[in-house]
């Protein structure tokens, strides 16, 4: 199959080094192509082509703006055991979702640029590298997936999926906002004996996947279940299999 050439409103002609200009226009002009990418990842750029923000959750940005613009990287990689996810662990002592891993990102900045536009990618390779040492230059962004929202945190957060062409040697940059950085195969997130039904003592129920000695669930959890369903890679699973989640989570 012929993967289609597109472009995407975020994308644009010249993609210029990483490292050029001044802190602030040192992402250049991030491009967004899935032109060379490796075959295993056409369902998954299917599933981003074609999936829409009620799909991938039921929070969604609040209509009256409200919020803080933020992104996070989707970074699919390929190790010894085939393809795989780049995740980090928070560290314990930050105020928003301390402890709990979840895919590189952060805040808009405003040197990143238009939320609008092309500032959620420039922000997801800046905050990608501060935390996990990521040379963004060894990454290919493909696609970018509808805004979404956590009400906890009141983030907006804009996720971009890009393939990790040249790997480089990542770790926690600082050990007060990042415990560990780690890679998840995703066979062992399509692995039924990996996954669960978190239960927060809110009621709040979600997908959980516990791999890496971590229990993934939450924001994270939720967009790795929606992109594994919609790229047909889910097995089946017990979903009444459940993780209990104390106050503090």
Known sequence: MTRASHTHDVQ?????????????????????????LPGWLDPVVRAVETVQPRQLSRFLPPEDGAGRQSAVLILFGEG????????MERATSLRSHA????????ALDPEDGDPQADGP????????????GLDPRG???????????IPVSGFV???????????????????????RVFTVPVADLTDPANRA?????????????????????????????????????????????????????
């Not at 010894?80 to 995740?87: A, K, N, T």
């Not at 990454?139 to 929202?149: E, H, I, N, R, S």
């Not at 957060?157 to 415990?179: H, M, S, Y």
């Open 12 to 36: 644009h002609e010249a993609h210029h080094d990483a490292q050029d200009g001044p802190h602030g226009t040192r992402y250049g002009a991030p491009a967004v192509t899935t032109a060379g």
């Open 80 to 87: 010894e055991r085939g393809p795989e996810l780049l995740l």
């Open 99 to 106: 402890g709990q891993p979840s895919f590189p990102g952060g």
């Open 121 to 132: 990618l420039r922000a997801a390779l800046r905050e990608a590298e501060e935390e996990t």
């Open 139 to 149: 990454v290919q962004l493909f696609g970018v997936l509808p805004k979404l929202y």
């Open 157 to 179: 957060v804009t996720p971009v999926l890009g393939w990790w062409r040249e790997p480089t040697p990542v770790d926690a940059v600082d050990p007060n906002e990042t415990a």
């Open 197 to 249: 039904t978190a239960i927060h003592p809110s009621g709040h129920r979600g997908p959980a996947f516990l791999v890496e000695s971590a229990l993934v669930w939450g924001f994270t959890a939720g967009i790795i279940d929606r992109l594994l369903h919609y790229a047909d890679w889910e097995r089946p699973w017990d979903q009444e299999k459940q993780v209990p989640l104390d106050w503090r989570a």
